[in-house]
């Protein structure tokens, strides 16, 4: 980055010598700060080891002479990797003020995702409602989670979930809540989700240490991405456990659960038993630009009355035909045996070809995506992802066929001031 001030005063360290967190190291007066794609005008600048101090922060991520966004405010103290609380912040669009808020803080650890205004969201297969989700850290290694929704025709729906992990967050990136036993199969996974921006962000996912156990209680959730979905499920108590982490140049992820579960209102409720894992390869090159990748999923469940469970091979190759422009495609195979407990525990496809295109070049992205069962002869899903960069904005939009999903809005272009937030440092390659 660049920094530019009237007055600047750095204290080096003696080497060897560890320093006093209390002590400043670098101070300045009236910066002007390029970073991560952003510009800051700070009127005070403090940076201790382990907490940076901004007063009078006016600052955009836009590259425009004249940027039409701006943000501001009184003070913001950063705690690197762990939150950041602002006082009296505003933003500015066009001219017009909104704001100022008198105090906002959020969390900078990848492992949690805090949002605390309500949204507008949609639910699978029914209308638009809004729905609240916001997850805090009780401390480094407790976290706590909780939500609601409000949809028109369906009883509210809410959750509390409290998850510990022993590992801290700089052991791990990974989220310390488990993944949703409701949520869409191989949702994680670049054949199957056009969200999943590049195959190696999917290893990488499940290459992240993972060692989770959570109790959690959710009433009137919805399935995704299931043969047949339900709205009402309520879960009155579920005990999970999480693990998983590396394996040879591949990752893995394992999750085992006992639940008591409502498929929805006047069901009786099923005690059970589950247990569901992931396994990716490392890529195995057939070329310059060519690789196949190889992932498994399984699931199993244990209950009074069934015994059920399913495998799913997915096989598929990359073709990266150039920089800005990748071709895949993936056969997917699933076998199961048993009885189900509900009917949105199988396998949504379990004989399938998986095909798709990614084009990103300059400010454009186009992601396309398509699925064919062969045991029905037909397209059951076609997903596409259309963004354009504008300044320091990226407004996109994606649509998935199955499970019926849309996504749209304005992405702010901060990802490296993000990632020197979280990490507490630059990442400086040298030049060569």
Known sequence: GTVEADSLTIRWMEEGVEPDPELVVAEADNALVLVGGARLEIGRLEIQKDRWLTRNVRGTVSRMDRPAMWFEAEEVEILPGKTARTQKISMEIGGVKIGPWP????????????????????????????????EHLLSEHLAVQAGWGLYPGSYPSWDLTFAYSPLSSNMTSARIFPQSDLEERARDGWFNNIRIRTPDGERERLQRRRVTYSLSTRW???????????????????????????????????????????????????????????????????????????????FSSVSRGNDYGWVRGELGVVYRAAEHLTFGMAYVRGVAGGTPDFAFDPLFSSNAGHIRFDYKSGPYTFRWLAKYDFDLNSWFDREYELAIVADGFEPFIAIRQQPDEIHFGIRVRMDELQQILQKGKIDRTPER
């Open 103 to 134: 105090a906002y803080s959020f969390s900078l650890d990848n492992r949690v995702n805090t949002f605390k205004l309500p949204k507008i969201n949609r639910r699978p297969d029914s209308d638009y409602g809004l729905a609240w989700t916001h």
């Open 220 to 298: 009137n959730r919805s399935t995704v991405g299931r043969p047949i979905n339900f709205d009402s499920v309520n879960i009155p108590l579920d005990a999970a456990v999480e693990f998983g982490g590396p394996s040879g140049g591949g990752g893995w992820l394992a999750q085992a659960r006992l639940q008591k579960l409502q498929k929805s209102h006047g069901e009786g409720f099923v005690q059970r038993a589950t247990a569901s894992g992931s396994l990716i390869s490392a890529p195995l090159p057939l070329g310059e630009k060519t690789e196949l990748r190889a992932r498994g999923d399984l």
